[in-house]
Nanobody, 124 residues
Framework: EVHLVESGGGLVQPGGSLRLSCAAS????????MSWVRQAPGKGLEWVSG????????SSADFVKGRFTVSRDNAKNTVYLQMASLKPEDTAVYYC?????????????????WGQGTQVTVSS
């Protein structure tokens, strides 16, 4: 059975930092491209950051570039999202997702597995 379990969310003040983790099991993690996706209250899903299966190529949306960093540890079947300089508009539920496509993609319809999400709230 496939599991993606996010952790590390919480309440943080503007300008603060958080590190999200996503532990994977039940599928071949090292063959899967991973992304972080968020959903703010009343809004749709929004791709945030992603990393290819080997951890060689990563990318982030413009609105988090320079603030968020995605990484992975294939030995631990875990992907991370280091978030810094957080803003109130970063408040959302953050999901990790896995894709087994041949080429890494930000097309969310190609992602096979999703976690249950972790809440990040940025507020003073």
């Amino acid at each position: 059975e496939v599991h993606l379990v996010e952790s590390g969310g919480g309440l943080v003040q503007p300008g603060g930092s958080l590190r999200l983790s996503c532990a994977a099991s039940g599928f071949t993690f090292s063959n899967s491209h991973m992304s972080w996706v968020r959903q703010a209250p009343g809004k749709g899903l929004e791709w945030v950051s992603g990393i290819d299966s080997g951890g060689v190529t990563s990318s982030s949306a413009d609105f988090v570039k320079g603030r968020f960093t995605v990484s992975r540890d294939n030995a631990k079947n875990t992907v991370y999202l280091q978030m810094a300089s957080l803003k109130p508009e970063d408040t959302a539920v953050y999901y990790c997702a896995a894709a087994s496509t041949r080429i890494w993609t930000i097309d969310l319809s190609k992602y096979d597995f999703w976690g249950q999400g972790t809440q990040v709230t940025v507020s003073s």
